[in-house]
């Protein structure tokens, strides 16, 4: 059978499913990867890993008879696909399985955001509501202007479903996208416009602390950013003396620059909702995505074909 190398974890049935067709290495097993690459390393044609762990380019080097990389989760920047595509070697990810569920963490974050979740919880959960009375109001979701950074498959899926709510939709992309919302050029001027900013973009070099300080200052005092794209695309610092010095009012977070650490003083600000990046993490998507990262590796064992190639791939 054809040797497999698994970068990070996978579930019993991701791994029965592939040791039925390839030859399983474990990284997290290999004490030593370069003596092991050595001697093993061209057997390699296929790695399976994970948005987070990618391929790391010395392991990528090491493996010259790689084939297909098929990671698990939609976002890649982890992946080097310039020198995979120089290579001849096929990326995959899996989008559209996960687009709900991420869609629902959003309006998590704006709710939890607008509506005073945490306080409200503590307030409940500690006898405060008993001993003092009644928690201050929050604020409604309704009638919103929402600014969305990427209007991709997922950006999509949380616009239609944040239709419940009644709001002004804008989007900021690198060029204008056929669907009903009003494209913004300017993403400082989306953000001026804008109740609330989602990022939903792809990470990577592009996109890195592309919400810098002038994009939150122009989202204002009152404004809330969102994040469920990658830690990389908001200036983390910028963010942090932005709410701390009152600039911007609000944050809710999925993701961050150096995860899993997340900054102590966020973590210690009221008026930020901190997730450990759990956009899709539900039983029924996760087992989705697995089941997507096995079948690309088995298409591309049928026929040398991919189910769902990244774009960078789609015509290889």
């Known amino acids: 059978m054809p040797d497999l190398l698994l970068i990070g974890g996978a579930t019993e049935v991701m791994l029965d499913r592939m040791g039925a067709k390839f030859t399983i290495h474990k990284l997290s097993e290999i004490d030593d990867f370069d003596a092991w690459a050595k001697n093993q390393g061209d ?51 899996t989008p559209d399985v996960l687009n709900a569920e991420v869609a629902n963490t959003t309006l998590l974050l704006l709710l939890a955001g607008f509506r005073n979740f945490r306080h409200d919880e503590a307030h409940a959960r500690s006898g405060a ?24 498959r997922i950006g999509q899926e949380i616009a239609e479903r944040l239709q419940v709510f009644k709001p002004t939709i804008l989007y900021h992309t690198r060029s204008k996208k056929d669907v009903p919302y009003r494209y913004v050029a300017d993403l400082t001027e989306m953000a001026k416009a804008s109740d609330v900013l989602i990022c939903i973009t792809p990470g990577g070099p592009s996109t890195e602390k592309l919400v810098n300080a002038e994009v939150l200052d122009a989202l ?15 200036d983390e610092a910028a963010l942090i003396d932005a709410l701390r010095a009152g600039r911007v009012g ?13 900054p102590d003083a966020l973590k210690a600000m009221d008026n930020v909702v901190l997730l450990p990046h759990v956009g899709s993490a539900t039983v029924e998507t996760r087992a989705a995505m697995g089941a997507l990262t096995v079948d690309n590796l088995l298409q591309f064992l049928a026929d040398g074909m991919l189910k769902t190639p990244v774009p960078e791939c789609a015509d290889m």
Not at 49 to 75: E, F, Q, R, W
Not at 220 to 234: K, Y
């Open 43 to 93: 057997k390699v044609t296929a790695v399976a890993t994970n948005g987070h762990d990618g391929v790391k380019p010395h392991i990528m080097a090491a493996l010259p008879n790689l084939k297909v990389i098929s990671c698990y989760g939609v976002g890649y920047d982890a992946i080097d696909t310039d020198a995979a595509v120089a290579r001849g070697i096929k990326v995959s990810h």
């Open 250 to 262: 609000s944050a809710g977070l999925d993701v961050f620059e150096k995860e899993p650490h997340i």
């Open 129 to 152: 509501w008993e001993a003092q009375g009644n928690a201050p109001l929050s604020r409604s979701p309704d009638n919103r202007t929402i600014g969305i950074l990427g209007m991709g």
């Open 220 to 234: 204002g005092p009152e404004g809330m950013l969102i994040n469920v794209s990658r830690g990389s695309v908001v």
